[in-house]
C-alpha cells in the first residue's frame, strides 16, 4: 500500500448532505468506556496487524488514547470499532481503499446515535449515505451494480459483542479526555486538521 493511499481524498459524497455542517453534533451519550486494540480488532474482525497499520497511517484512528508507541495503549470507543468493521465489510467485498476512507470520514463526523440508522452504499465509484429506504430504492434504480453495508446492524453486533468482553472505565481516568474536551470533541478537531491538510494538498497540486 503506497504512502498516496493514506493521504487520499475525503469527499463527502452522500445524498442531501449539507454544506459546512461539517461535524454538526456531538454524541448525546458520554464515552464510558475504552477498548484495547486486542478487543477492537477481535469484535472488528479485522486482525491485530491491519489494526495497528490502520492506526500508524492515520486510516483509523482511536479517539480516546492515540499512542506512537506499543499499540496496546490504544484505547478505542465504541464508535470506533463500529468503523473498523464497516471498513472491513467494504474492503472484502472489494471497495477500494479510496472509496473505503471516503466513508471513513463520512462516518466519523456522525454520531453513535445517528450512526444506528445509517446504511453505506457504493456505485463502485462513490459512496453514498443512506438513512431512508427510498434514498437505497434511488440507488438501485441506477442501473449500476450496488454493494450495501447496513451500519445500524452491525452497530447493533457490535454493542452485543462488546458488552462480554474487557473494557477500560474511562470514569476512572482522568486522562482518558486531558479533562478538558469531550472524546468526540477531540476526534472531530483531528479530522477536520487532516481534511484541511489534504485540500490544500490538493489546491497545490493543481497549480
Known amino acids: 500500500m503506497s504512502d498516496a493511499e493514506s493521504t487520499m481524498q475525503l469527499h463527502l459524497r452522500a445524498p442531501q448532505a449539507v454544506q459546512g455542517e461539517l461535524f454538526p453534533a456531538t454524541d448525546t451519550q458520554n464515552v464510558t468506556r475504552g477498548y484495547r486494540g486486542t478487543v477492537a480488532s477481535k469484535v472488528a474482525g479485522i486482525t491485530y496487524r491491519q489494526l495497528d ?21 490504544r484505547l478505542y470507543s465504541f464508535k470506533d470499532v463500529v468503523i473498523l468493521a464497516v471498513s ?26 445517528q450512526l444506528e440508522g445509517i446504511t453505506i452504499m457504493c456505485d463502485g465509484q462513490e459512496v ?5 429506504s427510498e434514498q ?6 441506477s442501473g449500476k451494480a450496488i454493494f450495501g453495508v447496513s ?4 452497530w ?13 472505565d474511562l470514569t476512572k481516568l482522568q486522562t482518558s479526555t486531558d479533562g478538558k474536551r469531550p472524546i468526540d470533541d477531540i476526534a472531530a ?7 484541511e491538510a489534504q485540500r490544500k494538498a490538493r489546491a497545490a497540486s493543481g497549480r
Open 156 to 168: 447493533r453486533q457490535i454493542k452485543n459483542a462488546l458488552d462480554h468482553e474487557e473494557y477500560v
Open 136 to 141: 437505497m430504492i434511488e440507488l438501485l434504480q
Open 189 to 195: 478537531m483531528r479530522m477536520r486538521k487532516k481534511l
Open 88 to 113: 472491513k465489510k467494504l474492503l472484502d467485498a472489494g471497495i477500494n481503499l479510496q472509496n473505503v476512507t471516503t466513508a471513513i470520514g463520512f462516518l466519523t463526523q456522525r454520531t453513535i446515535e
Open 53 to 73: 497499520y490502520w492506526a500508524r497511517k492515520q486510516i483509523v484512528e482511536p479517539s480516546i488514547t492515540p499512542s506512537h508507541g506499543s499499540g496496546s495503549r
Open 151 to 154: 451500519v445500524g446492524s452491525l
Open 128 to 132: 453514498h449515505e443512506c438513512t431512508t
